[in-house]
């Protein structure tokens, strides 16, 4: 008995698995007699839900997920323009360089920060800083906590 109710569900689960969506699953009518439900949404909703993955920048499809790691910092700026422009410059230093590694140049109140990298280990990111500072090009550079991306 038991057997024969663990089939039903798995046959009702996987069912509803293979659904495009949650909103055409609501949306449908089951059987003469039971009842519809009737969502108002924006469209933008929709499209987000039956979007399978996202789309990077490079076009290419990939997941991204963010976790606690470890980023190596080669410049801190503060709040000016100038700032901005040396974040960028630094950037394009080491993406010149290291083309292999990621660069992310943002403004985190009151400073603009050039960071290089996603890395789990903090030993990861100690080989890539000892690489960084091997060049002569950077001279403040330190391994910093971060929320990296992940692909998978």
């Known amino acids: 008995m038991r057997l024969i ?6 046959a009702c689960s996987m069912s509803m698995w293979a659904q495009s969506d949650i909103v055409s699953a609501l949306t ?5 007699g039971e009842g519809t ?5 924006d469209a933008r909703l929709k499209a987000l ?6 789309v990077s920048a490079s076009g290419t499809d990939e997941r991204v997920a963010k976790i606690a790691g470890f980023r190596v910092q080669v410049y801190a700026g503060n709040n000016s323009r100038q700032a901005r422009n040396e974040a960028n410059q630094m950037s394009a230093k080491v993406r010149e360089a290291f083309p ?3 660069v992310y140049t943002h403004f985190v109140n009151p400073r603009w920060l050039c960071q290089v990298g996603d890395f789990r280990s903090i030993e990861e990111a100690d080989v890539v ?4 500072r091997e060049t002569g090009e950077f ?3 330190s391994i910093v906590r971060a929320q990296i991306n992940i692909q998978y």
């Open 139 to 141: 001279k403040e550079v």
């Open 49 to 54: 839900l039956q979007a399978e993955r996202p």
């Open 129 to 132: 800083m000892r690489r960084l």
């Open 100 to 102: 292999e590694l990621q």
């Open 5 to 10: 109710a663990l089939l039903i569900f798995t």
């Open 28 to 32: 449908r009518k089951q059987k003469a």
């Open 37 to 41: 439900v009737v969502l108002h949404q």
